[in-house]
């Protein structure tokens, strides 16, 4: 019901038929693994799905967004507690869902500090389990929840770490940067000295970066000798860096000003910076028509940074 309403709000236009259509396209997905619904399904909730219908001037393909992306304010951000679903054999019961227009966009998973070191390795194996990530856990959970979610996340009241959907238990990282928020800001918010789970909760999942994150900074890797695909989100400075230089580009009033230098060591994501920091350029409204150029000193780095640029589907490069 608030996914429907939210898609009348923001596609007034919408028959009660393609509405219904709509809802069906993200809530029954057809696919052969969860990896495979959550790139079917991000492609609609990051770009927009089509309908045909006659708004006055012919019937004809008209795009349908879930989100407003460029106004947070008008949509709706829901947080749950002990959110029960139904999985094939028992219930599982996520601590905490953020919902945004009626769709899960991230779970948090919640475990108490006196564990010690465990409370992490318990948070992920929960996810996991939820997720039916390996086949000690089939039908022990509910991946259908996580066809539209971007971000998990693991919390102890202290420290915290997040991945995405199919993320192993090496590549939870932590998010070091409330940013745009500074950390006197955060300081001054909260009313005392932030922590780790103050940070990551106040940067990665404030609502205009989950939104940010959906939209900009996700992709799917395939490994072109395995055909595995794996789901990619950004680290907090690769998220810091692609926004810093944006603003950059609009401001500066000549090409020194807007120019800059991103710092990055062997093996950090350098390709994945500059596909995310490309599909930013391609959207927003203040770059009219970008041309993105890449220069390299080496044929291996070329290689690297074109088979990463081809992992986009279904989309128009974001090159010219």
Not at 167 to 188: G, H, Q, S, V
Not at 218 to 231: C, H
Request: proline residues 4%; contains cysteine.
């Amino acid at each position: 019901q608030r996914l429907a309403k939210a898609l009348k709000r923001l596609n007034p236009w919408l028959s009660d038929d393609n509405l219904n259509t709509t809802i069906r396209e993200i809530t029954r997905v057809q696919a052969t693994s969860l990896i495979e619904a959550s790139e079917a399904v991000h492609i609609k909730l990051s770009h927009a799905t089509t309908r045909q219908q006659d708004i006055g001037a012919g019937k004809k393909g008209q795009s349908v967004f879930f989100f407003d992306f460029e106004r947070p304010e008008r949509n709706e951000f829901i947080v749950t507690r002990q959110y029960r679903l139904q999985g094939v054999k028992k219930q599982i019961v996520p601590d905490i869902v953020l919902c945004v227009n009626g769709i899960p966009l991230a779970v948090v998973e919640c475990k108490s500090p006196t564990l010690g070191e465990k409370w992490r390795q318990e948070a992920i194996e929960q996810l996991l389990r939820y997720q039916e990530i390996g086949e000690d856990y089939f039908e022990l959970g509910m991946p259908r929840l996580f066809e539209t979610v971007q971000l998990v996340a693991t919390v102890c009241g202290q420290a915290a770490y997040y991945g995405t959907v199919t993320t192993p238990p090496r590549f939870f990282f932590e998010w070091k940067d409330a940013y745009p928020l500074t950390n006197d800001a955060l300081t001054k918010l909260l009313g005392r000295t932030a922590t780790p789970q103050d940070v990551l909760l106040a940067g990665l999942l404030a609502p205009a970066n989950l939104l940010d994150i959906t939209r900009n900074f996700v992709t799917f890797d395939r490994n072109k000798d395995t055909g595995k695909v794996i789901r990619k989100v950004p680290r907090y400075k690769q998220f810091v860096a692609v926004n810093k230089a944006l603003a950059r580009s609009r401001s500066g009033k000549s090409a020194l000003d807007r120019g800059g230098v991103v710092w990055h060591t062997q093996g950090s994501g350098k390709s994945l910076t500059l596909l995310w920091l490309a599909l930013k350029l391609r959207r927003d409204r203040a770059n009219e028509n970008p041309t993105l150029v890449i220069v390299t000193d080496r044929v291996d780095l070329d290689d690297q940074i074109s088979t990463t640029f081809s992992q986009l589907r279904f989309s128009e490069s974001p090159t010219s």
